[in-house]
């Protein structure tokens, strides 16, 4: 258990073990590649404890491996351990009072993102080259920021979920993370089944201008960088501005249910996508419920601060306004894909700053959460690939962008975020 393990190894683990197909002497795609994985993935013979004491103590073990588990495995990848996560995947600040809280490698006195936060971790603190997790509200994008790594959310449905534990199925997408962007590529392609290298002849990058005025650091910070890299590459006739919100508003017809008063009333946050946060929150505590609350209510599992709560309100949700909600997702994709066509990049901070110290007040950190679930919420709800890029550090923090792209066009971003990562870097370099 973490609690066994020396400060060297930043709490990462669950548990550390070795896994591999049969080494033969022939290359493989991730030969020489070590990785881990999420303590939600099902792995043959080890119980999936998905966070919790309880839910691992009324559970057996698995009796196969998850497909994608197996996929980077037989591409020659060794794993070498599960990973702490958040107690059923219910929060985005990686805090577990079971296991203990990863120490993000970036920031000791500060959280390292959740859910999947000791896969972050294993690869921020260089215990693993790569590591598998899941993305559901924000669980891949948000430790990949705040531990200053690579993090890919793909496009919903395009990797098997199979042998993962649902945590609410319109948005579960099975994510990874990388230091560097030419492993984050290989390990797409094998796991996005990629045939060939794909185009990366840009035709817009739009930057949400709204979104980035949501940050509490300066937002020329993370723009400024992006559009000089990107101009550099590719010419400043590529850069486009917009106010997202205002176009999510005009062009998503059902999202007028979802735009009450508290949205509308939310501190210095964009209604629209709070409404897009308020859709996609109640969307995920009804799967939740539907996955999860016979378990809940029959074993009253003890959940820590926070995800308790969340959890026993997940199980006093209704199915009203659910039929909206998948109403919503479909005209927002529809929406987001006729802006950015198939070679369009959106630009957008994937949260609204570095990250939060650890143990801080859940009600404090409401006002950053309600704005990092209205950023979150545009690739969650749409369904859209996106990738969380580090920017380097301001005030000694972790800072990172985020680009999206269309449905399906996972390749074209993978191979456009290898070609922008050399001149991000030196551009954050001497910034």
């Keep these: 258990m973490a609690s066994s393990l ?8 669950m548990e550390k073990f070795t ?13 020489g590649l070590t990785f881990a994985v999420k303590d939600i993935f099902d792995v043959e013979g080890k119980v999936t404890g998905f966070g919790n004491p309880d839910w691992a103590r009324t559970h057996s073990v698995a009796t196969s491996t998850a497909p ?8 020659g990848a060794v794993c070498v351990g599960k990973t702490v996560m958040d107690e059923m995947a219910y929060s985005i600040n990686g805090e577990n009072i079971h296991y203990g809280t990863p120490t993000n490698p970036c920031a000791a006195d500060r959280v390292p993102g959740g859910s999947s936060s000791g896969s972050a971790v294993a690869v921020g603190a260089m215990l693993a080259d790569f590591s598998l997790g899941t993305d559901t509200g924000g669980s891949v994008r948000v430790p990949a920021s705040y531990c200053g790594i690579l993090g890919f959310r793909p496009s919903h449905g395009v990797v098997s979920t199979s042998g993962v534990i649902p945590m609410a199925q319109s948005f579960d997408t099975v994510g990874w993370f990388a230091r560097d962007p030419v492993i984050l590529k290989q390990v797409g392609k094998i796991l996005l089944q990629l045939q060939d290298d794909n185009s990366t002849t840009l035709s817009q990058l739009i930057i949400a201008e709204d979104c980035f005025n949501l940050l ?13 890299s990107v101009e550099k590459l590719y010419g400043s006739q590529k850069i486009q501005y917009t106010s997202l919100g205002n176009f999510i508003e005009a062009k998503v017809p059902s999202l007028m249910h979802f735009m009450d008063d508290n949205s509308k009333k939310q501190e210095d946050n964009i209604p629209s996508l709070a409404a897009l946060s308020s859709a996609m929150r109640l969307l995920q505590r009804y799967e939740f419920k ?10 009253k599992p003890h959940l820590g601060p926070g995800i308790s709560e969340r959890v026993w309100d997940a199980l006093r949700t209704t199915d009203e306004s659910i039929d909206l909600c998948y109403l919503l997702k479909s005209e927002l994709r529809a929406a987001l894909s006729d802006l950015l066509g198939d070679f369009g990049i959106l630009a957008i901070p994937t949260a609204p700053g570095p990250p939060p110290k650890l ?7 409401e006002t950053f959460r309600a704005k990092a679930f ?11 690939c996106q990738v969380s890029i580090p920017l380097g550090m301001h005030d000694d923090l972790p800072i990172a962008v985020s680009l999206l792209a269309k449905h399906g066009s996972d390749g074209f971003l993978l191979s456009f975020v290898e070609i922008l990562h ?10």
């Design 290 to 299: 539907n996955n999860h609350g016979e378990w809940v209510r029959s074993v």
């Design 359 to 365: 143990q801080t007040e859940p009600t404090t950190l």
């Design 216 to 228: 509490n650091i300066p937002s020329q910070r993370l723009a400024d960088v992006l559009i000089s």
């Design 68 to 75: 994608s588990v197996l996929s980077v495995l037989k591409a």
């Design 19 to 31: 896994l591999q197909t049969d080494p033969s002497s022939q290359k493989l795609p991730l030969s």
């Design 374 to 384: 209205s950023l979150l919420s545009v690739a969650g709800v749409s369904g859209l």
């Design 6 to 13: 020396s400060a060297s190894d930043y709490g990462a683990f």
């Design 422 to 431: 050399k001149v991000l870097k030196k551009h954050s370099e001497h910034s």
